[in-house]
């Protein structure tokens, strides 16, 4: 059993930088194919994939937001961070953390509860 | 990228009919396709991965066919707690694309 929780700001203003924490158990990002994306999606519209960690510290970002992304972990806390530079309204949006594999199912096949985050002045 | 693309947008159904939703990826994924459904508020929950292989609890009036580019799932015999909104995504490269959803509505 996989969990995930994502916590951070509710309340951004443009131009800030948005840090998001997923804190996770029941699996490991030391283990051999493990990796934890992140998806976002804004009021009423569909998900968007934006970023993913891998055990071996393999990153992959969404090419549009790729120059605004850094995602990280921490094997020892058991989290993956997603830091999100110059926020904009647009921005607005739950942002969920979910666990994927790298080979097999990569599907998302855990998520968080996600975190509404609000970008507005 | 890869796009993908649902069909319908929306359907009204009632409980106990049966109900396909499609979806359409611009190119060639073989079988990296996956299914979720998302309730109001909640967290998406994944149904189905590889296209067919339902996940882990998951009630076996839901399925998943095709392969290439035209996929379908398909729920037997609706039942009340059926009725949310429904998202393909492909899992074959980088980045990662869901389709815009599909909404289950109550008839």
């Known amino acids: 059993q996989f969990t995930l929780k994502e916590s951070g700001p509710t309340l951004v203003k443009p131009t800030q930088t948005l840090t998001l924490t997923c804190t996770f158990s029941?699996?490991?990002?030391?283990?051999?194919?493990?990796?934890v994306a992140w998806i976002r999606q804004p009021p009423g519209k569909t998900l968007e994939w934006l970023a993913l960690?891998?055990?071996?510290?393999?990153?992959r970002y969404s090419p549009s937001l790729k120059s605004r992304l850094t995602v990280t972990k921490d094997t020892s806390k058991s989290q993956v961070v997603l830091v999100m530079t110059n926020m904009d309204p647009v921005d607005t949006a739950t942002y969920y953390c979910a666990h994927t594999l790298d080979y097999g199912d990569p599907s998302f096949d855990s998520w968080g509860q996600g975190t509404l985050v609000t970008v507005s002045s | 990228d890869i796009r993908m693309t649902q069909s319908p947008s929306s359907v009204s159904a009632s409980v106990g009919d049966r109900v396909s939703i499609t979806c359409r990826a611009s190119q060639d994924i073989s079988t990296w396709l996956a299914w979720y459904q998302q309730k109001p508020g909640k967290a998406p929950k994944l149904l189905i991965y590889?296209?067919?292989i339902l996940y882990d609890g998951v009630p076996s009036r839901f399925s998943g066919s095709g392969s290439g580019t035209d996929f379908t799932l398909t729920i037997s015999s609706l039942q009340p707690e059926d009725f949310a909104t429904y998202y393909c995504?492909?899992?074959?490269?980088?980045?990662?694309?869901f389709g815009q959803g599909t909404k289950l509505e109550i008839k």
């Open positions: 029941g699996f490991s990002l030391t283990t051999s194919g493990v990796g």
């Open positions: 995504q492909q899992a074959i490269s980088f980045p990662r694309t």
């Open positions: 590889g296209a067919f």
């Open positions: 960690i891998y055990w071996n510290d393999d990153k």
